[in-house]
């Protein structure tokens, strides 16, 4: 009967010892990845504007503001920009969008 409980105590130890050790490895390989992604110099954007359209709502002088899926970003382009050209990205860095226009 001891055999029998020992085994069981044993079994039980090694399970506790074993998700222990997975829920560390875890928790070490996404802190790795993390350290990894952070010191990458490119900035990796999940959501990106890249070929979407929109429409030009003011030209200033050096730049334009465009409205792309419900919200409002600073833009420039080669062409020539007038209030409600349809115009498409091509470009995008930071904060600033590159366009082309599509439509007039």
Same mark, same amino acid.
Do not use: C, P
């Given at each position: 009967?001891? !055999? !029998? ?21 875890? &928790?070490?390989?996404?802190? %790795? ?7 990458? +110099?490119? +900035? ?11 429409? #030009?709502?003011? &030209? ?5 503001? #465009?409205? %792309? ?16 050209? !349809? #115009?498409?990205? %091509? ?5 600033? !969008?590159?366009?082309? &226009?599509?439509?007039?």
């Amino acid at each position: 009967m001891s !055999l !029998l409980f020992g085994l069981n105590y044993y079994f039980l130890f090694f399970n506790e010892r074993m998700t222990d050790a997975l829920f560390v490895g875890a &928790v070490l390989e996404l802190l %790795i990845a993390g350290y990894v992604l952070l010191q990458k +110099k490119e +900035k990796v954007f999940f959501f990106s504007l890249l070929h979407h359209q929109g429409r #030009v709502l003011e &030209v200033k002088d050096h730049y334009s503001l #465009v409205k %792309i899926q419900g919200e409002i970003w600073k833009a420039v382009s080669d062409d020539q920009l007038h209030v409600d050209d !349809l #115009v498409e990205v %091509i470009e995008e860095a930071k904060f600033e !969008l590159t366009l082309k &226009v599509i439509k007039r």
